[in-house]
């Protein structure tokens, strides 16, 4: 959906929930998959995307179209409840431990043992150094934690951080630049 397209669906859903709807279903897999990587418990991002949502429907009327995506808004708003949910909660980090044992992964079929085995040992090895990583960001302050998610594993420009975060880009080079540097000295 190109930015005109975007622009009339946000006109649109301000007095049509239809058009909301669409967004939902444009913008839902983004923001589920940010916030759960924040909070890392599959229950807890349902619940708070599902927030984000609600919040966005009941404000959708003050949103301005700025010729940035919506999904801005949209993160911006998952930021916030993330953050709530950290305050309220007493923070402890978490690992992903949990949520892989209860999801699991699905593998599927090879013809050769060798390949299927390789993979596997592969596919464990990144899932432990994504947990290692991910816990170790845990450790950080929230201002690291929201600009090195938002870069790396939501794969938003510095332009989209500043957006969402509603701080300057310099800004968020820099605490992209101090985070890095923890988190290198974490691992």
């Known amino acids: 959906m190109n930015r005109d397209e975007e622009a009339e669906l946000v ?3 301000k007095s049509e929930p239809e058009a909301f709807g669409i967004l ?5 897999g983004q923001i589920f998959g940010y916030v759960c990587r924040r909070v890392l418990i599959w229950e807890v991002a349902q619940d708070i995307t599902s927030e984000v949502f609600i919040k966005a429907y009941q404000s959708i009327w003050r ?3 700025t010729n940035i995506s919506i999904a801005a808004w949209f993160y911006r708003i998952a930021t916030n409840e993330v953050n709530l949910y950290f305050r309220q909660r007493k923070y402890v980090p978490d690992s992903l431990d949990d949520l892989i ?9 090879l013809t050769s043992l ?3 085995k390789a993979r596997l040992e592969t596919q464990l090895q990144q899932y432990q150094d994504f947990i290692a990583i991910q816990t170790k960001i845990k450790d950080l302050p929230v201002k690291y934690q929201e600009v090195i998610t938002l870069r790396y594993f939501e794969q938003k420009s510095i332009g989209e951080i500043s957006e969402i975060l509603n ?5 968020i080079k820099s605490l992209l630049s101090r985070g890095i540097g923890r988190l290198k000295n974490l691992l």
Do not use: C, I, M, S
């Not at 044992?101 to 079929?109: E, H, I, L, V, Y």
């Open 11 to 13: 006109r649109r859903a």
């Open 101 to 109: 044992q209860r999801t699991g992964f699905d593998a599927p079929d």
């Open 24 to 28: 939902y279903e444009q913008y839902y």
């Open 114 to 116: 060798e390949e299927e």
């Open 167 to 171: 701080k300057n880009e310099g800004t």
């Open 63 to 65: 949103f301005r179209w």
